[in-house]
Every structure is written in C-alpha cells, then in structure tokens.
C-alpha cells in the first residue's frame, strides 16, 4: 500500500490489520484525532506520555512524501489533561498522487479505534477580502470542488459497517465545537484574529490563479486549500464529530495589478508564526471537551 494509484485499494480486511496492529503496539484509546496541517506538526507537542510511530512502519499507512513541506509523517499518541489523543504529523494530498481511499485511510482507522471527534487543521489562502494572513478561521461548511469533478472519497461500493450509502453533509462541522472553539479562543485573547468561513478545496498543486481566485469569491468561498476536505467527508460518513481550523497564511490575488504571488515558503513561515497560539487554542480546545463529556455523562 505504500505504492500510488488512481484506484480504490483499502478492504475492511486494511483497515481492521492495521487497527489491531496500532491497539497491540500502544496502550492508548485516543477519543480525539487531530490531523496537523502543513507547518502545523508541534501541535502534539502539547500532550504527555507521548508514543510515536513513523507512517513507514505502520502496516498499510500511506507514507507521505512532503517533509519538504512541512509534513513529518508519524502519528503521534499521548494524553492531555485525562483525554487520550492521537495527532497525525503529516498528511496526504491528491496532488502527490495518492488515490481518495489512501488519502482518507486513517480517518477510518481512528473510527475503528474509538475516536469520536476529529480536529482538522490545515494553512489556507484568504479570499475573503475582511481576512489578514495570521487569521484563524474556524470552517463551517466547505465546497469540494474535486468532488464537483467525481473525485469523491465515498465513490465505488458503501461499507455500511463504516456508514451510510449517502450520509448528509449540510452539518459536517459540529455547531458545538465551532461555538466552543469560538468560547476558548476568546478567553485565550484570540478573537481579534479569529474567524468563520467556508473553506474551498482544489486539488492543487499550483496555486489558483485570478480568475479562479475570483470565481470562488463569487461561489462564496472564504478561503482555498489542497485537503482536509476528503477526510472530513470520511469522518462524517463514520459518525464522528468535527471541527475545523485553518491558518489563513496568504492572502489569494484577486487584483491583476498586484505584483506580490504567493509562494510555499510564505505558507510555511506563517505556519511557524501562529503555531504556538494554535497549539494552546488545540490543547485548550481538548481540555474543555473533556470537561464537557464529564458534565454530559
């Protein structure tokens, strides 16, 4: 599985080896996933009792080709306060040429582990015109633009043991974690740069050009990227609960006459910059969810 195709490769019989495998490796029962987007990767750093394992050597797991772009390619398990969490360090795009299937293949693993709520993040570029790069904006509704086009990660056969054949999607960001994350943020002092919007992903690799730029405005896009749109249709479909956050590292050109272009390094010098506040909103977050679930049960 570690090679790439175009095609559906992942069985039940994939994901289940590979759960056991991660259950008999650690002692962890992670409740929350967090998938850490690029330049992102030291949002683990704020957990405890920390167990790693590089993608390579987990069996089945796709292994991500972007150290390069600030991707590391572990997943990480440890606890903070008393939740017990797994971080992806690294993710997966279509754009290295991975299929659907292995793009969202931990997603599942997780469901199979017992994680209930998953935390996406990602770096994004603003179109918003009322956004400035640092901004965080929390996703409440996305377009999926590859989906438009048939490239859909719930395409070819339903495994009814992970949900349903066609699993509605008008509440795939949690009404309750957004106004949590809105609640933690401002008593973190993060309001200032704090945002809601919806999120457009393109399959990438290039960046969007004006025209492009200009027409997801007109869809009524508040921001663009290249994932975190795949695994959330996923976790959807598997009945967890989700949360998005995107770091707006650049702002989109929407002008002809702008000379500034946007460039990776851009992306990932913006990434280091919030990824500190971004670490204590995350860790933040989990803690109040914890609280939450207590007060709940």
């Known amino acids: 599985m570690h090679t790439k195709g175009n095609s559906c490769c992942c069985s039940f019989e994939d994901y289940k080896l590979t759960t056991e495998w991660l259950l008999n490796q650690t002692s962890h029962r992670p409740k929350i996933a967090v998938i850490c987007g690029s330049g992102l990767g030291l949002l683990a750093d704020g957990a405890t009792n920390k167990q790693t394992f590089r993608y390579q050597d987990i069996p089945n797991f796709p292994v991500s ?113 957004r106004r949590l994350a809105l609640d933690v943020g401002s008593e973190l002092g993060c309001s200032d740069f704090m945002r809601e919007g919806v999120f457009c992903m393109v399959s990438g690799p290039n960046f969007e050009t004006i025209a492009e730029a200009r027409m997801l405005l007109i869809l009524g896009c508040d921001s663009v990227g290249m994932s975190t749109v795949p695994e959330v249709t996923v976790a959807k479909h598997c009945g967890l609960r989700v949360l998005g956050l995107s770091l707006i590292t650049n702002m989109v050109s929407l002008d002809y006459s702008r000379e500034e ?35 709940t049960h």
């Open 261 to 295: 272009k946007v460039n990776h390094e851009e992306v990932l010098q913006t990434s280091k910059m919030r990824a500190e506040v971004l670490q204590k909103l995350v860790t933040a977050l989990i803690c109040r969810y914890q609280q939450q679930s207590i007060n």
């Open 65 to 177: 080709t972007g150290a390069w772009s600030g991707h590391e390619g572990c997943l990480v398990f440890g606890t903070i306060e008393d939740t017990s969490c797994v971080f992806m360090q690294g993710h997966f795009h279509l754009y290295e040429g991975y299929s659907l299937c292995q793009v969202t293949f931990p997603v599942r693993i997780f469901k199979l582990m017992g994680v209930e709520s998953l935390l996406v993040t990602n770096a994004s570029g603003g179109i918003c015109p009322d956004f400035k790069v640092g901004d965080i904006m929390i996703i409440k509704d996305h377009i999926n633009l590859p989906g438009f086009a048939g490239q859909h990660p719930l395409c070819g056969p339903n495994d009814e043991r992970f949900g349903i054949r066609f699993p509605c999607m008008s509440d795939a960001y949690s009404k309750d974690l």
